[in-house]
């Protein structure tokens, strides 16, 4: 066999094959000629090629190994790892000298533990705020009291109209004191009232407030803390003339409690009484009618005012 055999396909094999199977058949053929002959040593027998006869057919199993290269597509499913994060290096802290015996105990911090962490993103953290409906002040006797909460007046941007506006049309140091109305008219309020020696004290039950006009044209207001079962009048307190009285009630414990103010405002002329009067609201103040007579208090500059409308 001149030329070695090629596997490059099958179709290429076929030669191949026929050319192995013509050299099995010399092979066979040699091997019955070897029964009967002396063994020939390697060299010789290399030297003397044995002939196959031609039309001979000869069968020799062969074993052909064909490479075929074959490209099979298999799905593959990749994990991937997690993330490894290392922990945050911690630094031991130094042992620290003991402290000298000063008496106190010490107190020793732990370090706050941390915690790796993998991504961060920025947090807002908020806070709600507290708000309170009322004020609380502290009275003289150490008892937390609470302080009424108002519902706030509108703002002023009316002229006055009905029972009040004539005053206030004509009297431009009146509209200067008070300012704009907070209403276009006035309205009902239920009153008490009683005349001084040196004012007059009024008790608005809109507001739940005691004002206390005073002669020298200032005025101050109170909250009313009298309450059902407080007492009344103090016993021990005699009016100077019998045409002068002790104020009772929310009147009197204002005017007991506060010597400045009973020294002020004397004593009372008449008792007190109800009434039902009119207000109005203005930016600085107010008008109010008493019965017949009506009076404009306000807050300016230099303090509270107030003022009675002329006859």
């Not at 003289?140 to 009291?145: E, F, K, L, M, V």
């Not at 009772?248 to 009067?277: C, H, M, N, Y």
């Amino acid at each position: 066999m001149d030329q070695p055999i090629a596997y490059k396909s099958f179709n290429h094999l076929r030669p191949a094959l026929f050319a192995a199977l013509a050299a099995a058949a010399l092979l066979v053929a040699a091997c019955g000629d070897r029964a009967a002959e002396p063994e020939v040593a390697p060299a010789e027998q290399a030297a003397s090629p044995q002939t196959v006869p031609a039309g001979a057919v000869v069968t020799v199993p062969v074993t052909v190994y064909v490479t075929v290269p074959v490209t099979i597509p298999v799905p593959v499913t990749v994990e991937a790892a997690a993330p490894v994060v290392e922990p945050a290096p911690t630094t031991e802290a130094p042992a620290s000298e003991p402290a000298a015996d000063t008496g106190t105990t010490p107190i020793t911090t732990a370090p706050a533990a941390t915690a790796p962490v993998t991504a961060s993103a920025p947090v807002t953290l908020s806070v709600p705020a507290t708000t309170s409906a009322a004020t609380t002040t502290t009275a003289a006797a150490g008892t937390p009291t609470v302080a009424p909460t108002r519902t706030p007046l509108p703002p002023a941007t009316e002229r006055p109209t009905g029972a009040f506006a004539a005053w206030w049309e004509g009297d431009p140091a009146l509209q200067e004191a008070l300012g704009l109305a907070r209403s276009v008219e006035p309205a009902a309020v239920q009153l008490a009232y009683q005349p001084f020696e040196r004012g007059m004290m009024v008790w608005r039950a809109d507001d739940q407030r005691i004002y206390a006009l005073l002669a020298d044209g200032t005025w101050e207001s109170y909250d009313d803390s009298f309450r059902e079962g407080d007492v009344e009048r103090d016993g021990s307190i005699s009016a100077p003339s019998q045409l002068l009285l002790q104020p009772v009630r929310g009147f009197g414990k204002i005017w007991r409690d506060d010597r400045t103010l009973q020294s002020r405002i004397g004593w009372g002329t008449d008792e007190e009484s109800p009434a039902q009067g009119v207000i109005q609201f203005f930016d600085n103040g107010f008008i109010l009618r008493i019965n017949a007579r009506t009076f404009a208090v306000y807050d300016v500059g230099d303090g509270n005012r107030w003022t009675e409308r002329p006859n």
